[in-house]
């Protein structure tokens, strides 16, 4: 009697049942709405607190709904309308809201004005920046030790732990043997069973640690500290993508360093003057006392607005010094909330000397969200062109 | 479909032709809730993919969750005419559904602007359309999605810019007529052409002759793209027409909701009340419905912005049947659309028993009742319809270089277009277009103002 009898079976199925349109529609929308933001990602990102969060690994960017634009008329100062309803002429049915708001009232149904948000996977920003910023990859050091025994997997064998059957190459072996076998042959047997085989082989190491070095002396404001975090952050998760297994080690100091938890690191407010040797030594103590550097790539992450104590020079110096030749590469950031920067405060001029002895580091100054990007991009292109 | 359901439905039917309506054949179908929330998005049960639709199929979501929103039928119009219920819905409410599918069949075979759009744009709507879907899917195969969707986006944003007084299969503008031969010289001419004292006459012209596209400004947007579109490949034409097609058959359907949902709506009401067939029970049930579906407000408010066309169409429709008997009744039906429909019939006597009145809304959101004529009145309610709802959008030139010019009737309009989504439409188009393309119109101010992509 009608489509569904034509179209389907006894027993539903229906043909309108088999895809939803709007699903695969509204699907489409939001990959439309993705291409958007990524395209305008390192802005987005920048300015969202994508640390409040960070366990969960996805970024929430609100973004509007795409309109699909028609010619429209200007909106009039007046719209007339028809309603119904016991009123007399003059009755005010909704009041004004003074300015701004105004599309609301005329047009409740305004689909530009609805927002909604997006998660985003920060594997996957991270994908599209270094795809976007066309960053390298972070490579293990090399020629060093930073080398450990590893199995892996290397040739195949006909006896073996189950758990270790090749079984495409076992399907492969029985077709062959039944090609030539002809039409009486059993499917498998077991001199076709094939098993991958494990041997030990030197591996470069794939464990990073990271030391992030906070100034949290009264200097440092919450500006400043944004940046850090956020420039921390994306430096971290650059690493996390090279290394299987990243340990992070938070130091913040004022003119005494104290070792924190990834939680309250950035919380941490302190009182007083500056000493980065004392954070400096910390890391050196917490590097010698856990990290092997024959076992791990070690990055360093220093943010500090460049004040330092003039007493501290020599120390501070000689405390980097001690450092860098434990570390694949060391980066300092400089935050503030001033412009024209050119890293000569106190704490720059340290680390372009140790730059100029031809250690593995690099500065950047950050006055803004904007920076953090171009800083991250010359972090992990001068560290490519370092560990090459 | 359920036996009792069944019968119910082959007896109503019966009763409905016997009141004399007249349509063609109704095929009934259930179906799951979901499927009519994708139809009132789409419009049709298989419609060409686009993103759009999937915003609009969000909201629709969104407001179904939020209970805001119940669909009770729909149907096309077509031989035979395709009607759609709820699965979930109660058999009474189906019972008054079937009823009122009936007064839609009937409108649709009658309405001469829905004849004269199912002349054109064919008896099988819902298997065009869906022939237009499987069309759009083999261009995706072929071209690739950013192309089709590039289409798809200047197409439908133009949807409604077609001009339903030319037929569906329009012919191009005829070729410029050749200048009339000069006369043979014979004795008459000779001495016209030599009156003392004056100059004789030059020669005609005959060079070429000045051929100028559109020869009036042209409304229908989509067919002009899709025929002198100088770099159009042939499926993207295709596409324009496609959507084309539907839009000759959304454009009455448009006209006429208040109408043809009245129309309806009146004969739900009389034919479940003269079904001595249902049990009493069934058709108290029935009639809560009808009164759900044509009261004028939200349940619990006394004041609405917007009229419910069930509700409005209705009452009108009472009244004609009142004033002119059911004859009468039915020639408005087959001649009117919703402009006459209104204008011809809501009286102020109605109007006032409706207490129907024109408020102004202002830009900071206050809403104000404004004291208003019977006119003011009906162009409040049917302004929002004109031109399909859209702008005056008209094709002005199609310069030699194949720039395309575009001119916008501000003055019917009242006013300028907004320039942002202008743009971005100009935008849509150029991509399809490939050569310049202009839109004139005016800004706040009445200056004109000249948009270009």
């Known amino acids: 009697m009608s489509l569904s009898d034509t ?8 043909w309108y049942d088999l895809f939803s349109r709007g699903t695969r529609d509204w699907l489409r929308h939001n990959e439309k709405i993705r291409e958007a933001v990524n395209k305008a990602l390192p802005d987005l990102i920048a300015h969202s607190d994508v640390l409040s969060r960070p366990e969960d690994r996805t970024v929430q960017v609100p973004v509007r709904f795409m309109e699909h634009y028609r010619f429209r008329l200007l909106n009039p100062q007046q719209q007339k309308g028809a309603g119904q309803g016991k009123v007399q002429p003059g009755d005010v049915l909704r009041p004004g809201q003074g300015r701004g708001e105004g599309a609301q009232g005329s047009g409740g149904n305004e689909e530009g004005g609805v927002s909604f948000v997006m998660e985003f996977k920060v594997d996957d920003i991270l994908d599209w920046l270094w795809e976007e910023l066309q960053l390298p990859n972070l490579k293990p050091r090399e020629g060093s030790q930073v080398e450990i025994e590893d199995y892996i997997r290397e040739g195949w064998d006909k006896k073996g732990a189950r758990s270790r059957l090749d079984r495409r190459r076992t399907i492969k072996q029985a077709v062959k043997r039944r090609a030539v076998q002809g039409e009486s042959a059993v499917p498998i047997t077991n001199d076709d069973l094939r098993f991958r085989q494990l041997v030990k082989r030197q591996q470069p190491t794939t464990n990073a640690v990271v030391f992030f070095l906070l100034d949290v002396s009264s200097s440092m404001d919450d500006h400043c500290r944004k940046l850090a975090k956020t420039f921390f952050f994306w430096a971290l998760q650059g690493i996390r993508r090279q290394f299987v297994r990243v ?32 954070a400096l030594q910390k890391a050196i103590e917490i590097a010698s006392e856990r990290y092997d550097p024959s076992r791990y790539n070690s990055y360093l992450f220093y943010a500090s607005d460049g004040d330092n104590f003039m007493e501290d020079r020599h120390r501070a110096r000689a405390a980097l010094e001690a450092l860098a030749p434990r570390m694949n590469f060391l980066g300092y950031a400089e935050v503030s909330g001033r412009h024209h920067q050119r890293l000569n405060t106190e704490v720059g001029v340290l680390f372009r000397r140790l730059q100029e002895q031809g250690a593995p580091c690099g500065s950047y100054a950050i006055s803004n969200e904007a920076d953090i990007w171009p800083a991250i991009k010359a972090f992990f292109t001068q560290q490519a062109e370092e560990a090459a | 479909m359920p036996a009792k359901l069944q019968e119910y439905v082959t007896r109503i039917e019966a009763l409905g032709k016997q009141l004399g309506l007249e349509y063609y054949p109704v095929d009934f179908e259930l179906v799951p809730p979901s499927f009519m929330m994708e139809v009132a998005v789409y419009g049709l049960p298989v419609r060409m993919p686009h993103w759009s639709f999937g915003v609009r199929w969000i909201y629709q979501m969104v407001q179904h969750k939020m209970g805001h929103s119940r669909i009770f039928e ?8 395709r ?6 819905n109660t058999i009474e409410e189906n019972c008054l559904v079937t009823a009122h599918v009936l007064g839609h069949a009937d ?3 009658n309405n001469l602007l829905f004849v004269n759009s199912q002349r054109q744009a064919g008896y099988h709507i819902v298997e065009q359309a869906a022939a237009h879907a499987h069309r759009i899917d083999e261009a995706v195969e072929i071209a690739g999605q950013r192309r089709v969707e590039a289409v798809l986006d200047a197409a439908l944003a133009l949807e409604q810019h077609i001009d339903i007084h030319y037929p569906i299969n329009r012919p191009d503008y005829p070729p410029p007529k050749k200048p009339a031969e000069p006369p043979p010289p014979d004795e008459f001419h000779h001495r016209f052409a030599h009156l003392p004292g004056s100059e004789p006459p030059k020669p005609r012209a005959t060079g070429p002759i000045e051929t100028h596209i559109p020869p009036h400004p042209e409304a229908d947007l989509l067919w002009f793209i899709a025929r002198y579109g100088p770099a159009l490949e042939d499926w993207e034409r295709d596409i324009f027409l496609a959507v084309r ?10 006209n006429c909701q208040i109408m043809n949902e009245g129309w309806a709506s009146y004969w739900h009401a009389r034919i479940l009340r003269e079904a001595d067939f249902l049990p009493s029970e069934l058709y108290l049930n029935a009639m809560k419905t009808h009164s759900d579906v044509v009261r004028p407000y939200g349940t619990d408010k006394q004041i609405a912005l917007a009229i419910n066309p069930y509700h409005l169409g209705f009452n009108i429709w009472e009244r004609v049947v009142a004033d002119y008997g059911i004859d009468g009744a039915r020639r408005v039906m087959k001649e009117e659309d919703d402009f006459g429909f209104i204008r011809n019939y809501l009286s102020a006597e109605l109007a006032q028993d409706l207490d129907l009145f024109v408020y102004e809304a202002k830009r900071d959101g206050e809403v104000r009742v404004t004291e208003s004529n019977l006119h003011e009145l009906h162009e409040a309610i049917i302004g929002p319809k004109y031109n399909f709802g859209a702008p005056r959008v008209l094709v002005d030139d199609l310069r030699a270089d194949g720039t395309l010019v575009l001119r916008h009737d501000h003055n019917s309009d009242g006013r300028g277009l907004e320039p942002q989504r202008a743009q971005r439409v100009l935008e849509y188009v150029h991509k399809i277009w490939r050569r310049p393309v202009i839109l004139y119109t005016v800004d706040a101010r009445g200056e004109e103002e000249c948009l270009r992509a």
């Open chain 1, 247 to 278: 340990e992070t080690v938070f130091i913040a100091h004022t003119i005494e360093a104290w070792e924190f938890q990834e939680e309250e690191f950035f919380k941490v407010h302190g009182e007083g003057g500056t000493q980065s040797s004392s």
């Open chain 2, 83 to 88: 009607a759609y219920l709820v699965n979930n």
């Open chain 2, 245 to 254: 097609e539907e839009s000759f058959y959304f454009q009455p359907v448009f």
């Open chain 2, 74 to 81: 729909v149907v096309f119009p077509g031989n035979p005419n």
């Open chain 1, 7 to 14: 179209l389907a079976g006894e027993h539903g199925n229906r």
């Open chain 2, 107 to 109: 409108f649709s075979h």
